[in-house]
């Protein structure tokens, strides 16, 4: 069965919006699966059947007229595409459904709409959805969806997308941060190297109308890497155990087990995420694609879910608390000065912090240069106000010379 929106040349269209309506929708637009978008206009009504006009038009062409900038006349008698399909529905059986492409000329004027009259929508232009699966695909690199359901008390009644630039940025900032600390835990490393956080960078994509949403993409891949899209990137790896993190909300024993791998750093920069999106009082989606695998990862999370959350977060951070042990090469040992360093790996900075008061034996009698297991507490501080990492302290409780295998 034929109607408006199924047509032979076509396809099942999909309705985007309602200008007038008599009835039924009398003047609209509309789109294909393939997001080309249409004008369609009700052009006569006849004893046997109905005239409808489409007129096909880009994404610029469709704000103007939107806008007020190209009157319905135009639209139709001046097509953008230089022609316009005709589609003829039948009210009974005494004629078939009938479509063709025509040009203009082959129409009488008054068919069309009235000259100067105008469309005049006072909203933010439209902006076609294309799905962040596509979009991984097409650019070859990681999407991350941030979809903020209702944004309470900043609604804007024209445009009805708008939200706090300072509390956004904290969101975004601090998803930035948890993501570098996983990829430092990843790789081994206690710091987050200026390497890691070239790497790890994402960028904002677009701004989506609606329901306030960003989309943010990894760093590009080189042309090397290009080739190897069938490789899972750092970026994905990292961005697996992140959402791997995010799923594991309702369930704390494996909550716990996630942080207790990534350590003290990750749990506390994750508590300031979620910290975030409580003070932004909304519920959050977070999707992730990639273009390696065609799947898109969704985790939802409601307002009155984050707070409970945030608590589970901070008894694990106490548990966390207790000390470490760290191999690598004591290279700095001062008991006067009541300081050392120690050398984990080659490619980052030593660690570097306090000595324990009243140490024993074992850090005493310690020898430049040897490898040891060192038992280090780590204590994070932070800016009151703004969250920011101000500094990583590193207190020596115990040394362990390694012995050869």
Not at 3 to 20: C, D, I, Q, R, S
Not at 120 to 132: A, G, K, R
Not at 309 to 329: C, H, R, S, Y
Request: negative net charge; aromatic residues 10%.
């Amino acid at each position: 069965m034929y109607h408006a929106l199924n047509t032979p040349e076509l396809g099942k269209l999909e309705m985007v919006e309602v200008y007038n309506y008599y009835d039924i929708p009398i003047l609209f637009s509309c789109k294909n699966a393939a997001s080309q978008l249409y004008i369609v206009y009700f052009a006569d009504r006849l004893p046997d059947y109905d005239m409808w006009l489409y007129a096909e038009v880009s994404i610029a062409r469709f704000n103007l007229i939107r806008a007020g900038k190209i009157d319905l006349f135009d639209t139709f008698f001046k097509p953008e595409m230089g022609r316009l399909l005709k589609v003829t529905i039948p009210n009974n059986n005494s004629v078939e459904f009938s479509s063709e492409f025509i040009f203009p000329s082959e129409l009488s004027e008054d068919i069309f709409p009235p000259v100067n009259d105008y469309l005049d929508i006072e909203y933010t232009p439209y902006v076609l959805q294309t799905s962040i699966v596509d979009i991984a695909e097409a650019a070859g690199r990681e999407i991350v969806g941030l979809n903020f359901k209702s944004l309470e008390g900043y609604i804007h009644e024209d445009y009805n997308a708008e939200a706090p630039i300072l509390q956004l940025g904290n969101v975004l900032t601090c998803f930035q941060k948890v993501i570098n600390i996983i990829e430092a835990t990843r790789q081994g490393f206690k710091k987050i190297t200026p390497t890691i956080r070239k790497k790890m960078q994402f960028f904002t994509l677009t701004f989506q109308p609606g329901s306030f949403e960003i989309k943010l993409a990894s760093k590009k891949r080189d042309d090397s890497q290009m080739k190897l899209f069938e490789l899972p990137s750092e970026q994905n790896e990292t961005l697996t155990q992140f959402f791997n993190l995010l799923e594991s909300k309702d369930n704390k024993p494996d909550l716990k087990g996630i942080l207790t791998k990534l350590g003290l750093r990750t749990t506390n920069e994750y508590r300031y995420l979620l910290t975030s999106l409580d003070k932004l009082d909304t519920d959050i989606t977070m999707s992730w694609t990639t273009p390696i695998e065609n799947k898109e990862v969704v985790v939802s999370f409601s307002k009155n879910e984050i707070p409970p959350l945030i608590e589970a977060l901070k008894a694990i951070e106490e548990e966390q608390e207790d000390p470490q042990t760290i191999e690598g090469e004591l290279i700095g040992l001062s008991l006067d000065r009541n300081r050392f360093e120690l050398q984990e790996n080659s490619e980052e900075d030593p660690i570097r912090g306090v000595i324990r008061d009243n140490p024993n034996e074992n850090i005493t009698k310690a020898t430049i240069s040897n490898q040891y297991k060192a038992l280090i507490q780590e204590i994070v501080k932070r800016n009151e106000t703004t969250n920011e990492v101000v500094k990583i302290e590193y207190i020596l409780l115990n040394l362990e010379e390694k012995t050869q295998d």
